[in-house]
């Protein structure tokens, strides 16, 4: 009954660590695979009813060729949209950022 006790104890113990560990902060590369450059890059949690700000900010542009790292801080599941200079817009929905990196095309 004891080893019982002690391994359901363990268990409920790292059940509440696995939360933790899934929303460390983790890096997400971008690599623009296009033929013309991002102008806008927008990176929300998959829960929000908004894109929010700009992850390129006002001055940046993200080239053919080029690719950017950010650090994301929410949570591996997010929605990606990105805004290319002819405001063509690619969105990637529940998309696994602890996983893999996003190569866009266009």
Partial sequence: MKRLLT???AAAFFALLAPTVALADHQLTIYNNA???????NISPVDSN???DD????SQVL???E?????IQSGCLQDIRVTFM??????KRNFDTCQYDLRVNY
Avoid: K, M, N, R
């Fill in 63 to 65: 080239s053919p060729g």
């Fill in 55 to 58: 992850w390129l900010g006002d």
């Fill in 7 to 9: 391994a359901l104890s």
């Fill in 35 to 41: 033929d013309q450059s991002i102008e806008y890059i």
């Fill in 67 to 71: 690719h950017i790292t950010f650090t």
């Fill in 86 to 91: 002819d405001h063509h817009q690619v969105e």
């Fill in 50 to 52: 908004e894109w929010g």
